[in-house]
């Protein structure tokens, strides 16, 4: 079963990005969790843009998702919302189609104690809209700093690595589970 994992950030140090390759770690047996990582190639949507055939990053990432079994968004909280890179990749998406009815888990990542709620509720909300199948038992909203990884980047809460395995668990069963 392969997962495909977007994060929402830019930033090269990403809470967001770490914790999806902890996600790798930690996935179920006879699931492969893999990251796409060029956020930063994608332009800017305009439906002027989004020709046939599209820019390549669009066209790569588009052929990704329909391939995945299942998507794993995590997305840090910017003013209380997604960032604006990630509802541009979503944009980028919706004409294709390529997100519908497709098992997706919606993380967020945040020094804050709300752990980035609100973009995770901004995210859901939009992913519904766009008709993707949107996993509520495998959401997940984490109160994260640095601090609470250890040098190679693994969560050293044990709590926080058994919410981990358990939406991640979630999100693989949604996938046999139709
Ligand atoms: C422009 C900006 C706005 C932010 N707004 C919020 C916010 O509304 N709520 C929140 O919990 N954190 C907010 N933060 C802090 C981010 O959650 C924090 O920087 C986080 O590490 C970003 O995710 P990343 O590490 O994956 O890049 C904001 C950060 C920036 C740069």
Same mark, same amino acid.
């Given at each position: 079963?392969?997962?495909?994992?977007?994060? #929402?950030?830019?930033?090269?140090?990403?809470?967001?990005?770490?914790?999806?390759?902890?996600?790798?770690?930690?996935?179920?047996?006879?699931?492969?969790?893999?990251?796409?990582?060029?956020? &930063? &190639?994608?332009?800017?949507?305009?439906?002027?843009?989004?020709? &046939?055939?599209?820019?390549?990053?669009?066209?790569?990432?588009? #052929?990704?998702?329909?391939?995945?079994?299942?998507?794993?968004?995590?997305?840090?909280?910017?003013?209380?919302?997604?960032?604006?890179?990630?509802?541009?990749?979503?944009?980028?998406?919706?004409?294709?189609?390529?997100?519908?009815?497709?098992?997706?888990?919606?993380?967020?990542?945040?020094?804050?104690?709300? #752990?980035?709620?609100?973009?995770?509720?901004?995210?859901?909300?939009?992913?519904?809209?766009?008709?993707?199948?949107?996993?509520?038992?495998?959401?997940?909203?984490?109160?994260?700093?640095?601090?609470?990884?250890? &040098?190679?980047?693994?969560?050293?809460?044990?709590?926080?690595?058994?919410?981990?395995?358990?939406?991640?668990?979630?999100?693989?069963?949604?996938?046999?589970?139709?």
């Amino acid at each position: 079963m392969r997962i495909l994992a977007l994060s #929402g950030s830019l930033r090269q140090q990403s809470l967001n990005a770490l914790l999806l390759r902890e996600a790798a770690r930690l996935s179920p047996v006879g699931t492969e969790v893999v990251s796409w990582e060029r956020l &930063d &190639d994608l332009p800017h949507y305009s439906p002027e843009r989004d020709l &046939d055939p599209p820019p390549a990053s669009v066209a790569e990432l588009r #052929g990704l998702i329909r391939e995945a079994d299942a998507l794993l968004i995590c997305t840090p909280e910017y003013i209380h919302a997604m960032p604006a890179v990630l509802k541009n990749l979503l944009e980028w998406v919706v004409s294709s189609g390529d997100c519908v009815a497709k098992p997706t888990a919606a993380w967020s990542a945040s020094p804050s104690l709300e #752990g980035g709620a609100r973009a995770q509720a901004a995210l859901v909300h939009t992913l519904e809209v766009m008709s993707a199948r949107v996993v509520h038992a495998s959401s997940l909203c984490l109160t994260l700093a640095r601090s609470g990884l250890d &040098d190679e980047g693994r969560l050293k809460d044990p709590a926080q690595e058994s919410a981990l395995r358990a939406a991640l668990d979630a999100l693989a069963a949604a996938v046999v589970t139709p």
